[in-house]
Nanobody
Framework: QVQLVESGGGLVQPGGSLTLSCAAS????????MTWYRQAPGKERELVAT????????NYADSVKGRFTISRDNAKNTVFLQMNSLKPEDTALYYC??????????????WGQGTQVTVSS
């Protein structure tokens, strides 16, 4: 059974830090690109950061560049999102996504349930 389980969310003051984790099981984690998305109330889901299957390549939304760092541990089937200098506008439900392409252009996606991050004083 495929599972992505996020953890590490919570309430933090502006300027603070949090580290999110996403533990994967039920599939070959090291073959999948991992991405963190977020969705704030009344807004569309936004890609936050993505990391290649081997971890050698990362990309970030402009809104989080220089503040967030995505990483992964393929031995532990886990992806992380280190969030520093948090702002109230970072408040959202953060989702973990795994995806890969097979047979050329057939995309497989797995999603977690999300973890809430609230930045407020």
């Amino acid at each position: 059974q495929v599972q992505l389980v996020e953890s590490g969310g919570g309430l933090v003051q502006p300027g603070g830090s949090l580290t999110l984790s996403c533990a994967a099981s039920g599939f070959t984690f090291s073959l999948f690109v991992m991405t963190w998305y977020r969705q704030a109330p009344g807004k569309e889901r936004e890609l936050v950061a993505t990391i290649s299957s081997a971890g050698g390549s990362t990309n970030y939304a402009d809104s989080v560049k220089g503040r967030f760092t995505i990483s992964r541990d393929n031995a532990k089937n886990t992806v992380f999102l280190q969030m520093n200098s948090l702002k109230p506008e970072d408040t959202a439900l953060y989702y973990c996504n795994a995806h890969r392409y097979i047979l050329g252009n057939h995309r497989i996606d797995y999603w977690g349930q999300g973890t809430q991050v609230t930045v407020s004083s």
